[in-house]
């Protein structure tokens, strides 16, 4: 499924109420049915913590998103252009795409 956000502060469409499920600090992008809620926190280097929920409160992604493209001080609403498959598109055409997680359990096999 994909999720087309466009007119960011362009005042095309009005912010929903929010859900229960989207905390206070996520921020409202895009316009009508097509926003999503974002919640961006810490980030080490090119590995960024995010949240993404809908309009109605369904979360989209959560966990470490990996920066591919241009170096970001600072990922807002407003540089959002979509999220597709999973991975947030900035306008600049830099993606966040899910990091897969580390397997701890993993280990080299023994053998019998």
Known sequence: ???ILAGFGAGCGKVP???RSVPADAEWGGEGKTGVF???QSHQGTLWQMEVWDRKGQR????AFRLRG???AKIVPEEVLAWEN???HLK???WLVPEAPANPS?????SR
């Not at 989209?60 to 966990?63: K, N, R, S, W």
């Open 1 to 3: 499924m994909t999720f």
């Open 17 to 19: 109420s929010r859900p």
């Open 38 to 40: 974002l919640r961006v």
């Open 60 to 63: 989209l992604g959560a966990g």
């Open 70 to 72: 241009f170096a970001k």
């Open 86 to 88: 999973g991975a947030l």
């Open 92 to 94: 600049d055409g830099t």
């Open 106 to 110: 993993a280990s080299p096999t023994s």
